[in-house]
């Protein structure tokens, strides 16, 4: 983590210059919260819509250990008998000191985004990289304009790469923070619906995804689903473009793909990989890890070994093994029509199981198209036994599944425990159960009732 003088702080933060008393003090670390360790650090005060970050500085020092804190100078009543930095405002001041911090160590960074995919594919570029490098990368969902800044301040001073995911809600985002952190390479995993609200249209969330390659190095290589339209014909034909993907004409197309209870085999021209994870969809995103592997001089043989003995992040294709002998497929951490459908398509490809039952619920931030979406992923349901759905969206999941499947193996439901108490009587040993729905549905509850 950051370990730098008062004095150096306050340069790098782009702050007011502090008083010749206090410019050798040294902060070891940053943090927004109070309710963490704070002996040391540098406390950060946000101001969000229903709380103020500056109410807590007098705690952060005198009751959490913290040795200074940041001060926006529109602020009222600064203590005059702390450490503080006054700084036009406090995020800004942590973007820059980040960003100072960035260029002082020298890492490369790869920079990630995508409609769906980002945490996992972070997690495979992760696995593949440290068979080779010092890596640090993106602490849970650490990827806002926050968040970023908060992660890199985070690693150590001998850190050689840094694999950074990039969120956004809106246009502009995901410029600021490949300004941040200027990638050496940049990842586009796909274009989904997600943030459809925000942006009106997949196209307006494609523009904004490439706003990623704002602060890409000169030499930097962006590194795109090459299955995607509406990501290729914006950057076709640049040298610092490498597609991937499933269809022919990619850079790196991925064949033979076949799954088993394990994994997922795939083949890249004559080497064939395993990833421990089930679906195509993922290995699209072991594409990415792959690619990045090779521009950082990883070995092939290293990048066979990072993908073999990748942990994914929890609740993304996490396969349960229950004591009744049927198996759960978690992906309950987040859901889209994309995403939605990729699961289906895995649930549909499973052989040597028993029943195949999908469990779905609410997919959410998808604007005044949602009823339209929710209906169109039932009637993409296929090669599967039953569907239980979940959530008022859920509704329209279950009246388009009732038009192409047989209608009483359709069951929706507005209440957890009830789905629960109709879905166990219907499992047997040997079945597979998947589990898709957006973060807010809280569909593990459901996992945690079938296990």
Same mark, same amino acid.
């Given at each position: 983590?950051?370990?730098?003088?008062?004095?150096?702080?306050?340069?790098?933060?782009e702050?007011?210059?502090?008083?010749?008393?206090?410019?050798?003090?040294?902060?070891?670390?940053?943090?927004?919260?109070?309710?963490?360790?704070?002996?040391?650090?540098?406390y950060?005060?946000?101001i969000?819509?229903?709380?103020?970050?500056?109410?807590?500085?007098?705690?952060?020092?005198?009751?959490?250990?913290?040795?200074?804190?940041?001060?926006?100078?529109?602020?009222?009543?600064?203590?005059?008998?702390?450490?503080?930095?006054?700084?036009?405002?406090?995020?800004?001041?942590?973007? !820059?000191?980040?960003?100072?911090? &960035?260029?002082?160590?020298?890492?490369?960074?790869?920079?990630?985004?995508?409609?769906?995919?980002?945490?996992?594919t972070?997690?495979?570029?992760?696995?593949?990289?440290?068979?080779?490098? &010092?890596v640090?990368?993106?602490?849970?969902?650490?990827?806002?304009?926050?968040?970023?800044?908060?992660?890199?301040?985070?690693?150590?001073?001998?850190?050689?790469?840094?694999?950074?995911?990039?969120?956004?809600?809106? &246009?502009?985002?995901?410029?600021?923070?490949?300004?941040?952190?200027?990638?050496?390479?940049?990842?586009?995993?796909?274009?989904?619906?997600?943030?459809?609200?925000?942006?009106?249209?997949?196209?307006?969330?494609?523009?904004?995804?490439?706003?990623?390659?704002?602060?890409?190095?000169e030499?930097?290589?962006?590194?795109?689903?090459?299955?995607?339209?509406?990501?290729?014909?914006?950057?076709?034909?640049?040298?610092?473009?490498?597609?991937?993907?499933?269809?022919?004409?990619? !850079?790196?197309?991925?064949?033979? #793909?076949?799954?088993?209870?394990?994994?997922?085999?795939?083949? #890249?021209?004559?080497?064939?990989?395993?990833?421990?994870?089930?679906?195509?969809?993922?290995?699209?995103?072991?594409?990415?890890a792959?690619?990045?592997?090779?521009?950082?001089?990883?070995?092939?043989?290293?990048?066979?070994?990072?993908?073999?003995?990748?942990?994914?992040t929890?609740m993304?294709?996490?396969?349960?093994?229950?004591?009744?002998?049927?198996?759960? #497929?978690?992906?309950?951490?987040?859901?889209?029509?994309?995403?939605?459908r990729?699961?289906?398509?895995l649930?549909?490809?499973?052989?040597?199981?028993?029943?195949?039952?999908?469990?779905?619920?609410?997919m959410?931030?998808?604007?005044?198209?949602?009823?339209?979406?929710?209906?169109?992923?039932?009637?993409?349901?296929?090669?599967?036994?039953?569907?239980?759905?979940?959530?008022?969206?859920?509704?329209?999941?279950?009246?388009?599944?009732?038009?192409?499947?047989?209608?009483?193996r359709?069951?929706?439901?507005?209440?957890?425990?009830?789905?629960?108490?109709?879905?166990?009587?219907?499992?047997?040993?040997?079945?597979?159960?998947?589990?898709?729905?957006?973060?807010?549905?809280?569909?593990?509850?459901?996992?945690?009732?079938?296990?």
């Open positions: 983590m950051i370990k730098r003088t008062l004095k150096k702080i306050q340069e790098m933060a702050g007011q210059p502090i008083s010749s008393e206090y410019s050798a003090v040294v902060v070891e670390g940053v943090s927004r919260d109070t309710r963490e360790d704070m002996s040391g650090k540098l950060i005060p946000i969000g819509e229903n709380f103020n970050g500056h109410e807590f500085v007098r705690d952060a020092i005198e009751k959490k250990g913290a040795v200074a804190s940041f001060w926006q100078k529109d602020q009222p009543e600064p203590p005059a008998d702390l450490n503080l930095i006054f700084v036009d405002d406090t995020i800004e001041a942590l973007q !820059h000191l980040a960003s100072s911090y &960035r260029n002082e160590i020298g890492m490369k960074v790869v920079g990630i985004t995508g409609s769906n995919g980002k945490t996992t972070k997690d495979m570029v992760t696995s593949v990289l440290e068979t080779t490098f &010092r640090h990368k993106t602490a849970g969902n650490y990827n806002n304009h926050i968040g970023l800044p908060l992660t890199i301040l985070s690693m150590k001073e001998d850190t050689e790469v840094a694999v950074l995911e990039m969120g956004m809600s809106g &246009r502009g985002e995901i410029e600021l923070l490949s300004n941040i952190a200027k990638p050496d390479a940049a990842v586009i995993t796909n274009i989904g619906e997600s943030h459809m609200q925000d942006l009106g249209s997949r196209e307006g969330i494609a523009e904004a995804k490439l706003e990623i390659a704002a602060g890409l190095k030499d930097g290589k962006l590194i795109i689903n090459g299955d995607e339209p509406l990501l290729t014909a914006r950057v076709g034909g640049n040298a610092n473009v490498i597609p991937f993907g499933l269809k022919a004409g990619n !850079h790196y197309q991925a064949k033979d #793909i076949t799954l088993n209870g394990k994994g997922t085999h795939f083949i #890249i021209e004559e080497t064939e990989y395993f990833i421990p994870v089930l679906g195509a969809h993922n290995v699209t995103n072991a594409l990415a792959i690619i990045v592997g090779e521009l950082f001089g990883v070995s092939e043989e290293n990048r066979k070994i990072g993908l073999e003995q990748l942990t994914i929890g993304r294709n996490e396969v349960v093994e229950t004591s009744g002998g049927w198996t759960v #497929i978690n992906d309950a951490y987040n859901a889209s029509p994309t995403s939605m990729a699961a289906l398509d649930l549909g490809s499973l052989d040597g199981y028993g029943k195949k039952i999908a469990v779905l619920g609410d959410l931030e998808l604007g005044d198209m949602e009823k339209t979406f929710h209906h169109e992923i039932g009637q993409y349901v296929k090669d599967v036994d039953y569907v239980f759905t979940f959530g008022e969206l859920g509704m329209e999941i279950a009246k388009g599944a009732q038009e192409v499947m047989e209608p009483a359709v069951k929706p439901f507005m209440n957890k425990q009830e789905l629960i108490s109709e879905l166990l009587p219907l499992l047997e040993s040997g079945d597979v159960v998947m589990v898709k729905g957006s973060r807010g549905m809280k569909l593990e509850e459901v996992i945690e009732g079938i296990k």
